[in-house]
């Protein structure tokens, strides 16, 4: 099959990163679901475990915010 025009399209590294942190955020909501779920059997260093991974993800978010990932150009 011939192509028509060119057959390189190059995309933008912001739907890159974008994918990328969809990707991070989704497995971030897995490993969440089952903590928010055994939330009230679990002990107090269990939930501090939780508190700090969503303390890491959240810097991770500023980091991005802060550096453009999130914006569109």
Do not use: H, N
């Amino acid at each position: 099959m011939q192509t028509v025009g060119d057959s390189w399209v190059q995309f933008k590294i912001q739907y890159y990163i974008f994918g990328l942190l969809f990707l991070v955020f989704d497995v971030e909501s897995i490993f969440l679901f089952p903590w928010a779920v055994a939330y009230q059997q679990m002990a107090l260093f269990a939930v501090f475990e939780g508190l700090v991974f969503i303390l890491l993800l959240t810097g991770g978010l500023v980091y991005m915010w802060r550096k453009g990932a999130l914006e569109w150009v």
